[in-house]
């Protein structure tokens, strides 16, 4: 598999278009939009994500997030569209490593900067799985629930965004949901804070998709 875009649901691309000419006629505004597709499995590098803090790199066959080291304790990188609304993002990682107790990682949605977005964590020191929220620099925990997974063992994280509902579910098992209306587009992501975590496939999809 190569890094690819597509659309696999043409009539949801033709309902976003109406809509967005609609709301441009009416307001002067474009609509925000749902993404066609995006899936990579990083055989063909990763020259679609923007890394903003830390180091993500493509090493055998993965793309590997490094913050296991004060300087880069904190990783991320994003990929899609500003426009983005209503998606799932859907990342198959593993957990290699934790520096310490407050190592933590996940997926990011709606992402707009540096100060603003959410993300779904895995807490691994109080064995914990979050959904979070970074408005203007300010982080909130939204929901919570006990989790825990098995390090050095892949495990399927996906984090869905639809209008002001958000969950994580993992491997299959909805873990946890939240409500909030803060922010409604963005790019989507991964993060790594205080461990080496490996990725090996991430798709994003329109969060009404089947």
Not at 64 to 70: K, L, S, T, V, W
Not at 96 to 101: H, I, Q, S
Not at 106 to 111: E, F, L, P, T
Request: proline share 3%.
């Amino acid at each position: 598999m190569k890094t690819s875009l597509f659309a696999n649901h043409p009539h949801l691309a033709q309902i976003a278009l109406a809509t967005a000419v609609l709301l441009a006629a009416v307001t002067g505004l474009a609509a925000p939009e749902s993404p066609g597709g995006f899936a990579t499995d990083f055989s063909a590098g990763a020259e679609a994500w923007t890394l903003v803090s830390g180091s993500f790199r493509v090493e055998n066959g993965g793309y590997r997030g490094n913050a296991m080291e004060e300087i880069n304790k904190l990783t991320r990188t994003v990929v899609g569209d500003p426009a983005w609304s209503d998606y799932r993002a859907t990342a198959r990682v593993k957990l290699d490593k934790t520096a310490n107790t407050h190592a933590d990682f996940g997926v990011i949605a709606r992402y707009q900067d540096l100060k603003n977005y959410y993300m779904v964590l895995y807490k691994t020191g109080v064995k914990k799985c979050t959904i979070e929220a970074k408005l203007n620099g300010k982080l909130r925990t939204l929901a919570e629930a006990p989790c825990e997974l098995e390090a050095a063992r892949w495990h399927e994280i996906q984090f869905t965004v639809s209008g002001s509902h958000l969950a994580l579910v993992i491997d299959g098992r909805t873990v946890v949901e939240a409500e909030d209306t803060n922010l409604a587009t963005g790019t989507a992501g991964l993060l790594a804070y205080y461990v080496e975590v490996t990725c090996t496939r991430f798709v994003v999809e329109p969060s009404s998709a089947p």
